[in-house]
Nanobody, 116 residues
Framework: QVQLVESGGGLVEPGGSLRLSCAVSARISSAYHLGWYRQAPGKERELVARIVDGDITNYADFAEGRFTISKDNAANTVYLQMDNLKPEDTAVYYC??????????WGQGTQVTVSS
């Protein structure tokens, strides 16, 4: 089984920054989909950002201009740099990977709390 482990979450004040990491036990250079999703209490899980077809990035409207998704193929790690965080960004953030001829895999999530 492919395993994903998210880290980097925590408590941050509004306007602050966090960098999330997702360590993948597979070669992410082969992935057709690498994504970050989040789920706030009482809400559906939603897409934050993704990399498709190896190099095309997509962002949710709320993430555009504030968040940056990136990857390090050699380290098999996906990152989410989050700047200018807002209280409404509070959620559990999940990493996803889609590999050829395989179902999507998900990490356990990392908590991000934005509060003063």
């Amino acid at each position: 089984q492919v395993q994903l482990v998210e880290s980097g979450g925590g408590l941050v004040e509004p306007g602050g920054s966090l960098r999330l990491s997702c360590a993948v036990s597979a070669r992410i250079s082969s992935a057709y989909h690498l994504g970050w999703y989040r789920q706030a209490p009482g809400k559906e899980r939603e897409l934050v950002a993704r990399i498709v077809d190896g190099d095309i990035t997509n962002y949710a409207d709320f993430a555009e201009g504030r968040f940056t998704i990136s990857k390090d193929n050699a380290a098999n790690t996906v990152y989410l740099q989050m700047d200018n965080l807002k209280p409404e960004d509070t959620a559990v953030y999940y990493c996803n990977v889609g590999l050829p001829r395989s179902p999507w895999f998900w990490g356990q999530g990392t908590q991000v709390t934005v509060s003063s």
